[in-house]
């Protein structure tokens, strides 16, 4: 059985920085694309950082230079490093992992909210 669990959401301060971990199961996360999506109220669903199995990473414009995406093979996890936080990266954070043959995985999200 596939399962993904995020940890390390919270509440921080504006400026502040956040580490959220992605603990898989059933998968081994070096041979799927993982990444990181977060969904605010009223928002569409949106891709904040990939990375592929080859390591390439890309990132949304929104976080690009605040965020790093980055995977731990030995641990079977990936993290994202968030630093200088904004008000507007408050949302629900979800783990994915999508595999060469088109299956997707999603972790049950956890709540980042940067307030004052």
């Known amino acids: 059985q596939v399962q993904l669990v995020e940890s390390g959401g919270g509440l921080v301060q504006p400026g502040g920085s956040l580490r959220l971990s992605c603990a898989a199961s059933?998968?081994?996360?070096?041979?799927?694309?993982m990444g990181w999506y977060r969904q605010a109220p009223g928002k569409q669903r949106e891709l904040v950082a990939r990375i592929t199995r080859g390591s390439s990473t890309s990132y949304a414009d929104s976080v690009n230079r605040r965020f790093t995406i980055s995977r731990d093979n030995a641990k079977n996890t990936v993290s994202l490093q968030m630093n200088s936080l904004k008000p507007d990266d408050t949302a629900v954070y979800y783990c994915n992992a999508e595999s060469l043959n088109g299956y997707t995985y999603w972790g049950q999200g956890t709540q980042v909210t940067v307030s004052s």
């Open positions: 059933g998968i081994a996360v070096r041979l799927y694309v």
